[in-house]
């Protein structure tokens, strides 16, 4: 096991050591489709039983999935739309489950004009992503390995981007408590053609995240700490800027405690069990971006609920990535095989 998990933290340094500088590309990569996953923050990284989740986290794969198949759709910002199909199915017993997944990003129909600011008409954009997931559980461990192997399309107008990247992920399930611990590391890949000839960097983003069923409460909690491949990641937001008595702004400074925070999300489901749950979460950096002074937004909130039926899962979510707008996602899951 210890060669295993040696060759794995190789892997994943030497791939993160190869990313090229310049400007990122494929953001999309880091949005979540799943309502489930929405409603708790949007960065719970052990969600069990999930088909939506290997998108995630591809060391969450496991048999519990075999034939069941999700579809998310957001209404996201300024019409455009966010949305995934997933799909899990268990090939034989040697090879166990594979999972696949496509993702879209869809901007819908933008004004096209040209240098003089003459509109000349409209033009299409969008991103696509398709990604197939395979978990190979450690035998006599509580861990689990997985990875996602993403195959990336962008479309702006004429001007297209193909890339590829992939998902590495260790996934911890205690057997004598209901812990579950996992680090991932996600898009880990480069443009295999780009826009216009200039090398763009894939969105790598590294977490690590934890979950725990209390033992008397109907309550199941989520903590992630994300993007921690990178420290400061604080944006000063325009709100709170302080402005003096001579009309000169300052920026507002961020301490080393309030960025730290900022890498935080938590969330919590009630009867997690049931047929009927109810999930909340709070991501503390959208709250701070987000916010205006004197003004309720109520960002960085979220929640949602489940609804399980015999063959049929229904998960809700509204979360806020504008102060003035929510963003409403649907996720329906199927079970084929029943």
């Known amino acids: 096991m210890k060669k295993i998990l040696l060759i794995f933290t190789f892997f994943i340094s030497t791939l993160i050591s190869a990313q090229r500088g310049g400007e990122s590309v494929y953001s999309f990569?880091?949005?979540?489709?799943?309502a489930r996953q929405l409603a708790l923050g949007g960065a719970a990284l052990t969600l069990g039983g999930d088909i939506n989740m290997p998108l995630w986290n591809p060391a969450t794969i496991d048999t519990t999935m075999n034939g069941k198949m999700g579809a998310n759709y957001t209404s996201h910002l300024a019409g455009i739309s966010l949305g995934?199909?997933?799909?899990?199915?268990?090939?034989?017993?040697k090879l166990g489950m594979f999972h696949a997944g496509v993702t879209y990003l869809d901007y819908g129909s933008l004004t096209r004009a040209d240098e003089g600011g003459n509109i000349t008409g409209e033009f299409k954009a969008y991103d696509l992503a398709v990604s197939i997931g395979y978990a190979y559980p450690i035998k006599k461990t509580n861990l689990t390995l997985g990875a996602n192997v993403k195959f990336i399309n962008s479309l702006i107008d004429t001007y297209s981007s193909v890339g590829i990247a992939a998902d590495i992920a260790v996934l911890y399930k205690s057997k004598k408590s209901p812990l579950e611990v996992s680090f991932v590391v996600r898009n880990i890949g480069t443009?295999?053609?780009?826009?216009?000839?200039?090398?763009?960097?894939?969105?790598?983003?590294?977490?690590?995240?934890?979950?725990?069923?209390?033992?008397?409460?109907p309550l199941k909690w989520y903590v992630?700490?994300?993007n921690l491949q990178q420290w400061n990641i604080s944006t000063s937001n325009p709100s709170n800027a302080v402005v003096d008595i001579e009309g000169n702004?300052?920026?507002?400074?961020?301490?080393?405690?309030?960025n730290a925070i900022r890498h935080a999300v938590i969330g919590a489901e009630l009867f997690p069990d049931k047929k009927f749950t109810l999930r909340l979460g709070y991501n503390y950096r959208r709250a701070k971006e987000l916010s205006i002074i004197d003004t309720r937004t109520f960002a960085g909130l979220s929640y949602g609920f489940g609804l399980r039926l015999k063959n049929l899962q229904l998960n809700y979510a509204l979360t806020k990535f504008h102060p003035?707008?929510?963003?409403?996602?649907?996720?329906?899951?199927v079970n084929l095989n029943q």
Do not use: M
């Not at 990569?29 to 799943?34: A, I, K, P, Q």
């Not at 995934?84 to 017993?93: G, I, L, P």
């Not at 702004?249 to 309030?258: C, G, L, P, V």
């Open 29 to 34: 990569l880091n949005l979540s489709t799943s």
């Open 324 to 333: 003035d707008s929510n963003s409403n996602t649907f996720s329906l899951i």
């Open 249 to 258: 702004s300052t920026d507002e400074k961020i301490s080393f405690a309030n």
């Open 191 to 217: 443009q295999l053609k780009t826009f216009n000839g200039t090398n763009e960097k894939i969105p790598l983003q590294i977490a690590f995240g934890a979950s725990k069923r209390l033992a008397h409460v």
């Open 84 to 93: 995934s199909v997933t799909y899990a199915t268990k090939v034989n017993e």
């Open 224 to 226: 992630t700490l994300d």
